[in-house]
């Protein structure tokens, strides 16, 4: 791409080859077999007379402070102001404007048109930002280049101030809050400049550095309340006790965590219960007082009428029992049976056994011999019997083993440190997958599955504006939900963005902005849970016409 708004002096040894291109030496490679140094050059831009040139995306790699020069673009003489209008809304109603407003000053309107910009085009990726926002209402005085963002990602948006807005925006949130859901995820990157990206457990290519991320969420209305972005080699069942300490500092009080079960463990409990919040956590089944709990409960409630819980077509029951021995803490354990789950489960797990049992047929009854170290993930199943020189001679189902396998299937477990129904219990837990609703929200609508960022500094500030779109993206997901009810299809979030860029406004012979048609019978049903109707969308529009006076 050329960029033919920008005019500069053609750098001191450039080249313009036959036909214009501007050519510099990017760096010198040393030919071993010609005993030179032999240049190789790039293309950036193209030169328009003897001394003047226009650059391309290339030059912004050698010559960043070029682009400084960017002229501010001009709107479109046809705005979207649906989306831009609902995130007005939403950022009054939340008074996340006003405290942004407040910590961040000047860069205020930026990060406002960040956040939306985030929004509507479900990216985190700057480049397009000057693009997109030429076609929608601004917060900002211009529209400003990725070099301008990428500089306050870099400069301006300091540990202090994030840590001011999550200190006030939980203080804002704490009172209403009763249970915090907890979790994390982590990204890939192969960035050099992020020293945060280390080898850990990554959940996609474990062949990648990976940056982990963990986000505490308002169980109830999915409202992100504060996160944390530490380095890859991190385990996050170790980091638990931070956001903990995090939600103390902010002054939460009788509270519950929601936890998956990531986070079992005794020192997990333990500083949860030492710091007096209550928990909800779904357990490992493999831990030996759980295992113990399934086995002395699994026939007292597998198809029992008295132990179904309707609403979620399971069956549960409750028992008090100590989880470790070096700890005197009991705590509720709620065995569940999801009878549906135990027949896929049991019939997934007995067609695995017929292929492995149909493959070990085949190969006893070939010449090709197989050694010990080849069957090793048969043996699971097999009892196998090998030869003087180690290798298959035959083998036999180990059906009890297998049988164990099959009574243990369809059960799970929760445990709470308050007293409730196993019923109360799941309850509270299913609404948990709001934080993973978030997370793949965060990666999949708000791309953030990479950082486009090449230091620490600025990856911290970028996922800090990212949090901040993720809590307006979820409150228009929230005031949506009604409509969901209706038909999911055309109201999930990136539909209701895709019917609200259409309500548009043009501007006329007079350069004033109009509206050319009214709003759709669809797009009232979108406007009207955030209290904006036709009225608003023409007074909105008077005053797009006030700002450009």
């Known amino acids: ?69 960017l002229e501010p673009l001009q709107h479109s003489d046809t705005l979207s102001i649906g989306n831009t209008m609902i995130i007005d809304k939403v950022l ?45 209402p601004i917060y900002s005085d211009k529209i400003y280049s990725d070099t301008t963002i990428g500089r306050m990602f870099k400069e301006r ?21 009763v249970y915090i859901s907890y979790d994390s995820t982590n990204m890939n990157t192969c960035s050099e400049g992020i020293e945060l990206a280390e080898f850990g457990h990554a959940k996609a290519d474990d062949e990648v550095p990976i940056v982990n991320l963990s986000y505490a969420i308002d169980q109830e209305t999915g409202t ?69 709990a399934i086995e002395e409960n699994r026939l007292k409630i597998a198809d029992k009428v008295a132990y179904y819980i309707e609403p979620y077509g399971v069956y549960g029951k409750t028992v008090k029992k100590q989880l470790y021995k070096n700890s005197e803490d009991q705590y509720y354990v709620h065995v569940y049976y999801d009878g549906e789950k135990a027949n896929n489960q049991r019939l997934g797990l007995l067609n695995v056994y017929q292929k492995m049992e149909k493959e070990l047929e085949e190969k006893t009854s070939k010449t090709m011999l197989s050694k010990r170290e080849d069957l090793k993930r048969f043996e699971k199943g097999f009892k196998i019997t090998y030869d003087d020189n180690g290798y298959l001679k ?18 799970f477990v929760l445990v709470t440190s308050k007293e409730m129904s196993a019923e109360e219990a799941l309850t509270i837990y299913r609404d948990r997958d709001t934080v993973e609703k978030l997370f793949r929200s965060l990666k999949s609508n708000l791309g953030y599955d990479g950082f486009g960022v090449h230091d620490d500094v600025s990856l911290e500030a970028k996922t800090f504006v990212t949090f901040l779109a993720n809590i307006v993206r979820n409150d228009i997901y929230v005031k949506t939900k009604g409509l969901r009810k209706k038909n999911r299809k055309q109201y999930t979030i990136p539909a209701i963005i895709n019917e609200m860029n259409k309500v548009e406004v043009s501007r006329n012979i007079n350069s004033e902005y109009i509206r050319r048609y009214g709003i759709t019978k669809k797009q009232k049903e979108i406007l009207k849970p955030f209290g904006i109707d036709n009225k608003e969308v023409e007074a909105y529009t008077q005053r797009l016409n006030k700002v450009g006076e």
């Open 1 to 69: 791409m050329f960029y033919d708004n920008i005019k500069v002096e053609r750098p001191e040894g450039s080249i313009v080859y036959p036909n214009g291109y501007v050519y510099i030496t990017a760096k010198k490679v040393y030919i071993k077999e010609k005993k030179h140094n032999q240049n190789k050059r790039v293309s950036i831009g193209k030169a328009i007379d003897d001394n003047l040139m226009i650059p391309n995306d290339n030059a912004r790699k050698f010559f960043p402070e070029w682009f400084e020069l």
């Open 92 to 136: 009054q109603s939340l008074e996340v404007g006003d405290l942004i407003d407040s910590i961040f000053e000047d860069d205020s309107p930026l990060i406002k048109d960040l956040i939306q910009y985030m929004i509507i085009n479900e990216s985190t990726v700057m480049q397009y930002f000057p693009t997109l926002m030429r076609r929608v």
């Open 157 to 177: 948006i300091s540990l202090k101030d994030r840590e001011f807005f999550l200190h006030s925006w939980n203080q804002m949130n704490h009172a209403k809050t």
């Open 224 to 292: 992100p309340l504060y996160y944390e972005q530490y380095p890859g080699s991190i385990n996050d069942n170790s980091q638990l006790k931070y956001m903990v300490d995090k939600a103390i500092g902010y002054g939460y009080e009788g509270i519950g965590l929601i936890l998956d079960r990531g986070y079992f463990s005794s020192d997990n409990l333990g500083y949860i219960a030492r710091k007096g919040y209550d928990l909800v956590m779904m357990v490992k089944t493999n831990q030996t007082a759980i295992k113990e």
């Open 394 to 411: 035959k083998y036999t189902k180990r059906t009890d083993k297998i049988q164990k396998e099959i009574d243990a299937m369809g059960y």
